[in-house]
């Protein structure tokens, strides 16, 4: 259940309907994917994403801008959040 109340964006939003595409404007998102393929453009690697989700799913909605979303290649979804890009992300997001 945890995994599909997830499937229209961020949760606690009070409208149940509200969707990846009516994300607030006054709040910037960033996102981070993962791919398996060591080249984060490798078709294989957009096809499978990090074994869990697929890029696009964890980029966020399509007008979402690019600048603040970071693809990384070569990892899986539970070594996601421990990669240290993420983590420069991170850090240069909140800085």
Partial sequence: QGIKDLRWGEPGFEDAHTNATELPRAIKHHFVAGVVTSDPAHPVGGAIGDLMVRPGSGAGAPEVDGSNVVLVGGV????????PRVVEHLMRSLS
Avoid: R
């Fill in 76 to 83: 899986n979804h539970f070594d996601l959040p421990n990669d």
